[in-house]
């Protein structure tokens, strides 16, 4: 097994977990006017 390899594997399935948070609390953001009203 190559470990740079796996570390870049590791590095962009965090890069897209943190993308998919930030789109979820943006749609949260959105979401949370409309729930409260």
Not at 9 to 27: G, P, S, W
Request: charged content about 35%; aromatic content about 6%.
């Amino acid at each position: 097994m190559n470990s740079r390899r796996m570390g870049k594997e590791t590095a962009k399935k965090i890069h897209y977990l943190c993308r998919d948070l930030l789109e979820m609390r943006k749609f949260n953001r959105a979401l949370l006017p409309a729930a409260k009203a």
